[in-house]
């Protein structure tokens, strides 16, 4: 018991320690974001950030809170920094602070966090510290992080004192749960151990019988159990390999599937300069036989290419970026993420003169995998686009709607191909389920976007008929 306490105290300490990190690393993330992707150089970025960190609460009870420091000097001092945010001590923003305050141990935690900052750039101290509306100086673990764009420290601790008093809690509660059981157990065998030998002086021999064929059923049914688990683990394995067989295949087969829909694309993007490279060799071809070629003719020619030239292979790294696989979630805005997606399919569709509408009244942030969320929505145009081509309205359509509703960010794709027949609709998303010709899909498209976005993602995939035809809805939780 003491051991699994032990364990138990651990995996709590980490998972609070994982839990400001968290805090901590994501705050980076966007103001790195929101520096880099949306011109946020100047004060007025900062001073957001510094006003929204002021108000961040976390962990349980929300007692946990950022603060930050604007670095003078990284080797220390008297006046190494400014205290930006601290919802704790108020009374300190503003004011320089000093690498020498120690707290009631006499640790410097300031000076430990900066030597680890100016190694590796972070810094995880312990000291004591008192919390949030109280005097009592309790343990605290923080996490320090440098961000050297702006000269910043930012930081967040988590208290730990309170998993000892919720543990012995645990241990008490469990030694009385234990004693019941143990004094029950004595009880109960005490009694039956009268009443068996009450029952063995009258019955003798009845009773021995008894518990001699009881005995053995025991033991058949013990030997049944041991080899029933002796094959489990075994079977439990090749039942887990045949499912992850299974789900790399689907993931195979959806890349070429992918793959072949991305060639496709390609070979749209291509067509038009590819029509303007031959008139443009015609052209010089021209000049040459009419003996008008020269040094201006050529140059102006030669910039021409370049340019075409330059497109395709833009094209070419646009589709390479798009397969890029997203090592962990970020915070990452909607509409950029649709830009990036006509860029690849807007030729394609343009082609088929399918005519597109996007209303967006604002953009929208959430969190996840930005590349994994592009591909779900190309495949929702996608299958529209083939729905469209199938059915043939008289004015093919599809619609992109950005809506923000109580915290949601839903992305609705439409189109006004008739709906879908398959009833109920949600078996859309099963596998090898598709309203395709079998030259055209296999079924996983869909499937695969609801595990992007359900389990990837932790949102919803949504599929519904509306008046004109299918609508899919992604929604996913709003990151402010």
Known sequence: MEKEIAETKLRLEEHRLEEIKREVD??????EFRRTHQ????TLLQ????????????GTPKENYIFAYRVHDLQGGDAFATMLVNPNRPDLVGELIATGYTDAKGVPFRQLALEGIREQGTAIVPYMYKKPGSQILSQKVTYFRHYAPWDWIIAAGAYMDDIDALLEQKREALLKDTRQDITSTVVIFLFFTFIAYGLAIVLGKQIEHFFTQYREEVLAKTQEL???????????????????????????KSKFIALGEMISNIAHQWRQPLTELSALLMGLKFHYLSQ???????????????????YMSQTIDDFRHFFAPDKQKTVFAIIPRIDSVLTICHASLKNYHIHLRIKAPRDAYVRGFQNEYEQVLLNLITNAKDALLLTKPKNPTITLELAVNKGMVSLHVKDNAGGISIEPIEKIFEPYVTTKSSSQG??????????????????????????EGAEFEVRLKEEV
């Open 47 to 58: 001073e957001r950030v510094i006003a929204w960190m002021s108000t961040v609460r976390f």
């Open 442 to 467: 296999i079924g996983i498209g869909l499937y695969m976007s609801k595990m992007i976005i359900e389990n990837n993602m932790q949102g919803n995939l949504i599929a519904r008929n509306s008046d």
């Open 292 to 310: 008008t070629l020269n040094p201006t003719i050529i140059q102006e020619k030669s910039k021409e290419a370049e340019h075409l030239i330059d």
């Open 26 to 31: 994501a705050l980076v993330d966007y103001i």
């Open 39 to 42: 011109g946020g150089e100047g």
């Open 226 to 252: 041991q080899t029933l688990n002796q094959t489990l683990e075994q079977r439990v394995h090749e039942e887990i390999s045949k499912n992850r067989a299974q789900e790399q295949l689907l993931i195979q």
